[in-house]
């Protein structure tokens, strides 16, 4: 079945604690993308890659990294992480330039 | 980042009736996409716009790519109780050249049976 995963589901931590969100897709395609959700905001854009490491920012890059070593896997780094990173995430995958992109399940963060 | 209004922010529609929703920009966008989140799931792809004018059709649903480019909308007919959710559009713009997507902050839809 063709998807994207995200791991964890759901995670809570503390102030400071580093993590790692991960993001797997199995449809062979270049473009991959974090995108965090806000009531009231929508989704926007925190990182993107358009292949293998390819990364750029998108709207909201301050306080997370990326890297993009193998064509499905694109983890999400929180080196220091704070209550204002609170929110739930969505990882995205799509062939070449289309804008057709499909997310994953998501992952609900809270950080205290 | 690019300002997508969309509107109406929620709907409570009874079940059977047509439903309209729209979103506008102040930027050019080169394609047009609607999606549907469901509670606890990430967006899915309902519908993808490629051309100025572009009219299509998803079984129930209808999307159109308006002709100025900087704006769509969305007509579901006949809602049933599973159309509920949050529908959210979503445009590329045309001059970046990358797959940054843009998203209105969506529509929350509530069938009453």
């Known amino acids: 079945e063709a998807q994207v995963t995200q791991n964890p589901r759901y995670l809570i931590t503390v102030t400071g604690k580093k993590l790692t969100v991960t993001c797997s897709q199995n449809?062979?395609?270049?473009?991959m993308s974090w995108y965090r959700q806000d009531p009231g905001l929508g989704l926007r854009q925190i990182y993107y890659?358009?292949?293998?490491?390819?990364?750029d920012k998108g709207d909201v890059p301050e306080g997370y990294k990326v890297s993009r070593k193998e064509k499905r896997n694109f983890p999400l780094i929180l080196e220091s992480p704070s209550p204002n990173q609170t929110s739930l995430y969505f990882c995205?995958?799509?062939?070449?330039?289309?804008?057709?992109?499909?997310f994953g399940p998501g992952t609900r963060l809270t950080v205290t | 980042g690019q300002q997508l209004n969309q509107s109406p922010q929620s709907m409570f529609i009874q079940e059977g009736e047509d439903v309209s929703m729209n979103c506008t920009s102040s930027s050019i966008f080169n394609t047009w996409l609607w999606y549907k989140q469901d509670p606890g799931e990430g967006p899915v792809l309902l519908i993808a716009l490629y051309k100025a004018g572009e009219l299509t059709s998803n079984g129930r649903l209808t999307a159109q790519f308006g002709i100025t480019r900087k704006d769509s909308f969305l007509n579901i007919s006949a809602s049933i109780p599973s159309d509920v959710g949050i529908y959210f559009c979503?445009?590329?713009?045309?001059?970046?050249?990358?797959?940054?997507?843009?998203f209105g902050t969506g529509t929350r839809l509530t069938v009453i049976p």
């Open positions: 449809m062979n395609h270049e473009y």
């Open positions: 995205a995958s799509a062939h070449g330039s289309l804008g057709e992109q499909y």
């Open positions: 979503a445009g590329q713009l045309l001059a970046t050249g990358a797959n940054n997507l843009f």
């Open positions: 890659s358009m292949n293998v490491e390819v990364t």
